[in-house]
Antibody, heavy 128, light 106 residues
Framework: EVHLLESGGGLVQPGGSLRLSCAASGFTFSTYAMTWVRQAPGKGLEWVSS????????YYADFVKGRFTISRDISKNTLYLQMNGLRAEDTAVYYCAEGREFYDSFWGSYRPNYFDNWGQGTLVTVSS | DIQLTQSPSSLSASVGDRITITCQASQDIFNSLNWYQQKPGKAPKLLIY???NLETGVPSRFSGSISGIDFTFTISSLQPEDIGTYYC????????FGPGTRVDIK
């Protein structure tokens, strides 16, 4: 059974940094795409970033590009999201999700298409 | 960027009713669209992938279809456990979600 457990959320001041972790189990971590999706309080879902299983290509939403970095440690079966330059509008529950991927000829690499399994989320609050 | 619009934004229906949610893309995304259910306080759950394929283990009362840039999600007979918010998600150009449709029981 797939299990994803996020951690690392908390209260941080504007401009600060935080690193989220997602510990994965129950599947071959190195061969599946992983994604971060966030949800601001009372709002909808927002795709943040993905990393492909094959090749480890990374993808970002425009609103986090240059501030957030997605990475993974295959030896630890753990996904990370390093968040720098945090803003009030980054306040949200951050979910990690595992899913399938496909080869995108436009990008010349694999990237995720759907998100099969999700963690329970970790809350990030950016406030002074 | 691809924009997704969903309608209605919310609906209230009786148990046993057939309900339909529409998701429209701002450009042709072929069949690169999925549907998720999110119950209050829970993580989303994948229901339909590639516009019309039912995820394993999902009840057959859920279905999806496509007509051009319009995607339709249907619950053929609404059940009390179907309460929640439903989101479409495209992956034709990176990824994005629609704004969601809240479903509750009348």
């Amino acid at each position: 059974e797939v299990h994803l457990l996020e951690s690392g959320g908390g209260l941080v001041q504007p401009g600060g940094s935080l690193r989220l972790s997602c510990a994965a189990s129950g599947f071959t971590f190195s061969t599946y795409a992983m994604t971060w999706v966030r949800q601001a309080p009372g709002k909808g879902l927002e795709w943040v970033s993905s990393i492909s299983g094959i090749g480890g290509s990374t993808y970002y939403a425009d609103f986090v590009k240059g501030r957030f970095t997605i990475s993974r440690d295959i030896s630890k079966n753990t996904l990370y999201l390093q968040m720098n330059g945090l803003r009030a509008e980054d306040t949200a529950v951050y979910y990690c999700a595992e899913g399938r991927e496909f080869y995108d000829s436009f990008w010349g690499s694999y990237r995720p298409n759907y998100f099969d399994n999700w963690g329970q989320g970790t809350l990030v609050t950016v406030s002074s | 960027d691809i924009q997704l619009t969903q309608s209605p934004s919310s609906l209230s229906a009786s148990v046993g009713d057939r309900i339909t949610i529409t998701c429209q893309a701002s450009q042709d995304i072929f069949n690169s669209l999925n549907w998720y259910q999110q119950k209050p306080g829970k993580a989303p759950k994948l229901l339909i992938y590639d516009a019309s394929n039912l995820e394993t283990g999902v009840p057959s009362r859920f279905s999806g279809s496509i007509s051009g840039i319009d995607f339709t999600f249907t619950i053929s007979s609404l059940q009390p456990e179907d309460i929640g918010t439903y989101y479409c998600q495209q992956y034709d150009n990176l990824s994005s979600f629609g704004p969601g449709t809240r479903v509750d029981i009348k």
